[in-house]
């Protein structure tokens, strides 16, 4: 019986509307932060601009755009544009499987025609590709996007999933405070390995570019970060306070 109500439960999720809903806002909020971040490093290369100059450039792009892409997309999907934080989101049990695939999916589509799009109106012009600088192993390289990563999904986890986020003002600021790590951590890891943290960011340069090397380091290393962060937070700081937390506010 247990099994044939969990199949019930999941069909009636598929066929609702709010789930669908919620890979479309995933879909269009990936959209709109590709388009912004890798279009800025498509800006940058058309310019005669230096490389710390650049990599400002990047990071407070990067900053704005997520800023902006979580904020729209935050009441509607909870704002993850990024298969790193929905899966960390999984992890923590804050969402179900069938919703991680679906967002994934969307995150995937609207990476790639974001970059389909920066390729087709700059007239042919190249997406850049993530890829490892000289001297970067791929075991370096992969431990960076582990720890940048656990810094962003902890982040989320803390501003966004955390019921205790909602009692002030942190809730409201808190694509803001996204924004801020993502962009801190492009100033930090931008020259190592172009500091990703997004799966989906990576992989539509690599479909448009058709440029595969060392791509899996870009899933590992923030997979990996972002599912530990979300089980670490939600095992240490969130599940003791939940109940506490329903019975004062509901």
């Excluded at 598929?14 to 490093?41: C, K, M, P, Q, Y």
């Excluded at 431990?143 to 940048?148: A, Q, S």
């Excluded at 690599?206 to 440029?211: L, N």
């Amino acid at each position: 019986m247990a099994y044939r109500s969990a199949i019930v439960r999941r069909a009636q999720e598929a066929s609702h509307r709010d789930t669908w809903r919620a890979a479309l806002s995933e879909f269009i909020s990936t959209l709109i932060f590709v388009f912004a971040g890798s279009g800025s490093s498509v800006a940058v290369n058309k310019l005669t601009v230096d490389k710390p100059s650049a990599l400002v450039v990047a990071a407070v792009a990067h900053a704005f755009a997520l800023f902006v892409a979580v904020s729209v997309s935050t009441n509607i999907s909870g704002g993850h544009v990024n298969p790193a934080v929905t899966f960390g989101a999984f992890v923590g049990g804050n969402l179900t499987l069938l919703r991680c695939v679906l967002f994934w999916i969307a995150q995937i589509l609207g990476s790639v025609i974001a970059c389909l799009l920066l390729k087709f109106i700059t007239g042919g012009q190249d997406v850049p590709v993530f890829k490892l600088s000289s001297g970067v192993g791929v075991g370096n390289a992969v431990v960076l996007e582990m720890v940048m990563t656990f810094g962003l999904v902890y982040t989320v986890y803390a501003t966004t999933v955390d019921p205790r986020s909602r009692r002030g003002s942190l809730g409201v600021m808190a694509p803001i405070v996204i924004g801020f790590i993502v962009g801190a951590n492009v100033l930090v890891g931008g020259p190592f390995d172009g500091a990703s943290m997004n799966p989906a960011a990576s992989f539509g340069p690599a479909v448009v570019g058709w440029s595969w090397k060392n791509h899996w380091v870009y899933w590992v290393g923030p997979l990996v970060g972002g599912g530990l962060a979300g089980f670490m937070y939600e095992l240490i700081f969130v599940s003791h306070s939940r109940q506490r937390f329903r019975r004062s506010y509901y």
